[in-house]
């Protein structure tokens, strides 16, 4: 990939209402999947701020592999909440060989159930305009903290990592 | 890690000068590296997003592992071109293994060779309110794309990926 997928989000701003999302859109945020318990459970919190900051009305997670609820489970809790689309949404940064083949291999076998439910693959996250805000902000809040100015952000307290080293 | 880091993004506005970017803090980025070649150029793009979205005077990018450059070439760059304090950024979502042990023992490593130069590794970027943005962006531009208003993304374009499955 050569180029920067269009962030546009000033154009955005103006899209018609028959684009906005559906009361029976459902979303499954998908990430990788982990071993290690607290990194799964870190997709619910982003789970929760997804609900809490848009209008989707049935937002579920799922991991990609290693650990459950399965894209299949998610899905399937969508279609029984009512979905009529299911918005698959992958929760990673590149379009490399899990965006690409395994997450669609995966959404396309949950679907095999429920045949009338259309479903679509989003875009990867990364690339985005926003995401050098999201960097620039952590960047930021960690010079802040260095300067004593702050405590450490939720990543870092009690691990004494956030510090200057020379 | 089971709550959400401090976003505040509005308080951050007031933020006070000092704890603005430095004429001399250079940033470098760092994503996991890869073995195919497109994944390792996407993080070049993703550079110069940032060194034209921000106000840092020296951006480089660096790989984990699996290409170069490495951390410690770029770290390198950066005190050739007079960095007076390294910024480690990494490029990740989550705050994993790589992020707590492999990018601080290799920006230690990297450090060796100049020790006066002081550095910091930021926060992972996952669990930003603006990740939610990102993704509802993600979500709107593809249901765009599949009501026929808009071309594919540049992610998508001339996959035909980017479509409703039932």
């Given at each position: 990939?050569?180029s920067?997928?269009?962030?546009?989000?000033?154009?955005?701003?103006s899209?018609?209402?028959?684009?906005?999302?559906?009361?029976?859109?459902?979303?499954?945020?998908?990430?990788?999947?982990?071993?290690?318990?607290?990194?799964?459970?870190?997709l619910?919190?982003f789970?929760?701020?997804?609900?809490?900051?848009?209008?989707?009305?049935?937002?579920?997670?799922?991991?990609?592999?290693?650990?459950?609820?399965?894209?299949?489970?998610a899905?399937?809790?969508?279609?029984?909440?009512?979905?009529?689309?299911?918005?698959?949404?992958?929760?990673?940064?590149?379009?490399?060989?899990?965006?690409?083949?395994?997450?669609p291999?995966?959404?396309?076998?949950?679907?095999?159930e429920?045949?009338?439910?259309?479903?679509?693959?989003?875009?990867?996250?990364?690339?985005?305009?926003?995401?050098?805000?999201?960097?620039?902000?952590?960047?930021?809040?960690?010079?802040?903290?260095?300067?004593?100015?702050?405590?450490?952000?939720?990543?870092?307290?009690?691990?004494?990592?956030?510090?200057?080293?020379?």
């Open positions: 990939m050569n920067v997928p269009k962030p546009a989000l000033g154009s955005e701003t899209w018609r209402e028959d684009f906005a999302v559906g009361d029976k859109d459902a979303v499954v945020i998908v990430d990788h999947g982990s071993r290690r318990q607290e990194s799964n459970l870190m619910n919190d789970v929760e701020m997804f609900r809490a900051k848009t209008s989707y009305s049935i937002v579920e997670a799922a991991h990609m592999e290693l650990a459950e609820p399965t894209i299949k489970d899905f399937g809790k969508c279609v029984q909440q009512g979905a009529s689309r299911v918005i698959v949404s992958p929760y990673f940064l590149s379009p490399g060989r899990h965006w690409k083949q395994d997450i291999a995966l959404a396309a076998e949950a679907s095999k429920h045949s009338n439910i259309p479903y679509i693959v989003t875009a990867p996250l990364g690339l985005h305009e926003l995401m050098v805000d999201i960097m620039n902000d952590r960047i930021k809040y960690c010079l802040r903290h260095v300067a004593g100015d702050v405590d450490e952000c939720t990543v870092c307290a009690g691990t004494g990592k956030c510090r200057l080293y020379s």
